[in-house]
């Protein structure tokens, strides 16, 4: 497969922000379901437009997600894993997982200070800061540093004020209704 260049505007595209790239933080949190879909989704529509996008995931590390199977499908889609394939304690994180998310935090430094990807999306960091593994002020600086052009999308639950008064959009995910109510589990290519 041939990699397309990223820099130069697809035929059909439209000239009206491409001019003035502007890359702001987006926060999607709240206690419903959806902040990574919604996030994979924006992914999506950025790489329509020729951008180049990375995610990286701090709490999740099972192989068997619907958006880590997709890579063989979307190679534009850069995923890294930095979570561990169980729950983290909040009161007590394995030293494994703390170490994990300290290289995610890492690995999202070198992601959106490069300036080489349009959007850097930090899944499930929010949680990763409200558990401790990573520190909000880490995480406030990086967005403080970020390039210009760089889009960056954090998602978890329970934000942090800080990285709240930091954002440019903040979305919070309620559920009005949901299926595990009716004990429905988890479906596959729905929920993960």
């Keep these: 497969m041939v990699k397309e260049d990223y820099k130069t505007p697809h035929p059909w595209q439209k000239k009206r922000s491409d001019e003035?790239?502007?890359g702001l933080v987006m926060v999607n949190t709240g206690p419903g379901k959806g902040k990574t879909t919604a996030a994979l989704g924006l992914a999506l529509r950025a790489i329509g437009h020729r951008h180049?996008?990375?995610?990286?995931q701090f709490m999740k590390g099972d192989p068997f997600y619907g958006e880590i199977l997709v890579r063989e499908r979307l190679p534009e889609l850069e995923i890294e894993q930095y979570g561990l394939d169980?729950?983290?304690d909040p009161k007590n994180p394995?030293?494994?997982?703390?170490?994990?998310?300290?290289?995610?935090?890492?690995?999202?430094?070198?992601?959106?200070l490069s300036g080489d990807y349009n959007v850097v999306i930090l899944d499930e960091v929010n949680v990763?800061?409200?558990f401790g593994l990573v520190p909000v002020e880490a995480v406030?600086?990086?967005l403080r540093r970020k390039p210009r052009h760089v889009e960056v999308v954090l998602t978890g639950?329970?934000?942090?004020q800080a990285i709240i008064d930091l954002?440019?959009?903040?979305?919070?995910v309620t559920d009005l209704k949901h299926p595990y109510s009716k004990n429905v589990p988890a479906r596959v290519g729905i929920e993960f």
Excluded: C, H, S, T
């Design 52 to 56: 180049r996008v990375k995610m990286i």
């Design 94 to 112: 394995e030293p494994e997982q703390v170490a994990r998310a300290q290289a995610g935090l890492e690995a999202a430094r070198q992601a959106v």
């Design 167 to 172: 954002a440019d959009y903040v979305n919070v």
């Design 157 to 160: 639950r329970d934000a942090p």
């Design 128 to 130: 990763a800061m409200n």
């Design 86 to 88: 169980r729950f983290v």
């Design 20 to 22: 003035r790239p502007l």
């Design 140 to 142: 406030a600086d990086l």
